[in-house]
């Protein structure tokens, strides 16, 4: 028997990412995605962090609007290099830059969590840090890893969920899925605040 939110409360991804319900699919609570429609345009002199948690929260309120009393997680990662953020290249041109630039540097990336409980109006946000080390790669193979994967919807270029952990060093980071973008021990323990329970005893 699967476990089900408290009281039955309708749990929602506000997300398009295939990734974050994957991620989410693994806790074994039935859940519907909902695809919030936000600018996530940074605000002029905005920090990377507080943009994530920004758009976390923004993700989130929108979909609780269109779906009062349930439970909506919101999730947003913004990359950065020397405080400046780093965005989704879109093309393969930009994203051979941002990966010369990174290459043999930390990297860290910002994946801020919000769940909006539509019962009461209240959220619960965290930002979670994950450093990041790339290997100092040549040109070539940074080139043909590209080609080969091709992440240009994605924030720094590289998925360390697929061919993307070959050109990374290092991983730190306190909750080991927050870099795939649903940061899962953080977001359980939001859940548990929330009165959701993971095991039938």
């Not at 398009?16 to 919030?36: C, I, K, N, Q």
């Not at 976390?56 to 009062?68: E, G, I, Q, Y």
């Not at 010369?100 to 959220?123: K, P």
């Amino acid at each position: 028997m699967n476990p089900t939110p408290a009281s039955s409360t309708p749990l929602i991804l506000a997300s398009s990412s295939a990734y974050r319900r994957e991620l989410l699919g693994r806790l074994h609570l039935p859940f519907t995605v909902d695809v919030p429609d936000i600018d996530e345009t940074p605000l002029p002199g905005e920090t990377p962090a507080a943009t994530a948690s920004r758009l976390a929260r923004a993700k989130a309120a929108a979909v609780a609007a269109r779906h009062p009393g349930s439970l909506v997680i919101g999730s947003d990662q913004v990359a950065t290099l020397d405080d400046a953020q780093i965005g989704k290249p879109g093309t393969h041109a930009a994203a051979l830059a941002q990966l010369q630039t990174m290459r043999g540097r930390e990297v860290v990336f910002h994946t801020a969590l919000c769940l909006y409980d539509g019962r009461n109006g209240s959220s619960q946000l965290e930002d979670i840090w994950t450093i990041v080390k790339f290997r100092d790669l040549p040109d070539a193979e940074l080139d043909a890893y590209l080609r080969i994967e091709q992440p240009y919807d994605c924030a720094g270029s590289a998925k360390n969920e697929g061919l993307g952990i070959a050109i990374l060093e290092r991983i730190d980071s306190t909750d080991p899925t927050a870099l795939t973008g649903l940061p899962l021990i953080a977001l359980t323990g939001m859940l548990r605040r929330a009165g959701v329970t993971f095991f039938n005893l």
